[in-house]
Each structure stands twice: as C-alpha cells, then as structure tokens.
Antibody, heavy 116, light 112 residues
Framework: EVQLVESGGDLVKPGRSLTLSCTAY????????MSWFRQAPGKGLQWIGF??????????RYDASVKDRFTISRDDPKNIAYLQMNSLKNDDSAVYYC???????WGQGTLVSVSS | EIVLAQTPLSLSVSPGQPASISCKSS???????????LYWFLQKPGQPPQPLIH???NRFSGVTDRLSGSGSGTDFTLKISRVEAEDVGVYYC?????????FGGGTTVEIK
C-alpha cells in the first residue's frame, strides 16, 4: 500500500525558511513524479510544483507565485521528496500536501503558519 | 492560466437522491494524445483530498460506482446517482493539461 507522510510544518516568522519532507512508503519516489499542493485556511487547493521521475529527467516546474522562493528536490535513497521554502510570507500559511504524479495518493498534510 | 468554473457553489441533497456538479473550463482539456486531463476530488473536513475521477471519466481504484464523471472538451459533470452520508464534503475539479495546474472553486455537498 502506498503511503505519503509529510513533516516539517511549523510556526515561523516572515522572511524565515522552512523545509518540508514527504516520506514515501510502498513506492520509489525516483520512479514517479511527485507534486506539492497547499491549502490556505478556509480556501481552495493550489498547485505549487512537481518533480518528474528519474527516467523523465527529474524535471522540476513551479507555480509562478512561488518560483523564486520555493525549491523542490528529492533524495532517492532515502525515498523522500522535499519542499524548501525561503523568504516566507504570511500568505504562505497553509496545509501543504505531497502527492504522487498521478494524484492517486495524498499525504495527510503538514501545517505551515507564518506570523510575526 | 486555465480557469475552471464550478457550479453550484453548494448543494443540499436528500439521502438517496441524485446530485450533479458542473465544471466548465476556459480552454479545452482534450490533449492531442487523446487524453482528457480532468480530475475530480472530494475533500472531507480535516482530511486531504480523495481522488475520485481521472481523465474525465475513469474512477480511481476503490471509488464507488455511484459516482460517475462525464463530459468532453470544456464541459464536465460529476454525478452522484444516490447521495449517501459518506458523500458529504467539498468536491473539486482540477486540470493538468497545462501549467499551472488549476482547480475549480469547489462545490460543497451536504445532506438535507
């Protein structure tokens, strides 16, 4: 059974950095695409970005709203995908989800709160 | 950016009655490879989205056959043949034919 577990969410001050992890069980992260989404409190879902499989060149794409501040990466031996977030703003406060490339498995999410 | 317009905003349905949600796209979601890149998800309170439908009309594994997706091009519909208590939540459509991936605004389904 495939399971994705996000971790690393925290309360941070504006301008600080935070790295989220998505640990995968039941699949090899290097063999598939992985995506990150977020959902601000009481709002809808927003795509953040993805990383494709090794076989597809590990291509990374981002939403324009985070492109210069967020970085997606992957550690294949550890089977973990990462979302590094820099220069955090209040508007980045949300629950962050990782998913498989086919969107058929989602983690439970991890909460990031940005506030002074 | 592709805009997905979902209607209605909310739906109150008696148990056993049908329900229908519309998702209209600002651009065609039919790719030249023949695939329609339209998904449906259900999000229950405090939970991550649950995948329901992919490529416009195919149910993900384990999804009840009371749910069906239909449509083509720019107009899509999610139908629940007989609403049950477990169907309560917010339904979202999502397109993945073009970056950025975008979602509809959501439709809240509640039981009358």
């Amino acid at each position: 059974e495939v399971q994705l577990v996000e971790s690393g969410g925290d309360l941070v001050k504006p301008g600080r950095s935070l790295t989220l992890s998505c640990t995968a069980y039941g699949l090899n992260v290097g063999d598939i695409a992985m995506s990150w989404f977020r959902q601000a409190p009481g709002k809808g879902l927003q795509w953040i970005g993805f990383i494709t499989s090794k076989a597809s060149g590990a291509t990374i794409r981002y939403d324009a709203s985070v492109k210069d501040r967020f970085t997606i990466s992957r550690d294949d031996p550890k089977n973990i995908a990462y979302l590094q977030m820099n220069s955090l703003k209040n508007d980045d406060s949300a629950v962050y989800y990782c998913t498989t490339g086919a969107f058929d498995s989602w983690g439970q999410g991890t909460l990031v709160s940005v506030s002074s | 950016e592709i805009v997905l317009a979902q209607t209605p905003l909310s739906l109150s349905v008696s148990p056993g009655q049908p329900a229908s949600i519309s998702c209209k796209s600002s651009q065609s979601l039919l790719h030249s490879d023949g695939t329609t890149y339209l998904y449906w998800f259900l999000q229950k309170p405090g939970q991550p989205p649950q995948p329901l439908i992919h490529v416009g009309s195919n149910r993900f594994s384990g999804v009840t056959d009371r749910l069906s997706g239909s449509g083509s091009g720019t107009d899509f519909t999610l139908k629940i043949s007989r609403v049950e208590a477990e169907d309560v939540g917010v339904y979202y459509c999502m397109q993945s034919i073009q970056l950025p991936l975008t979602f509809g605004g959501g439709t809240t389904v509640e039981i009358k």
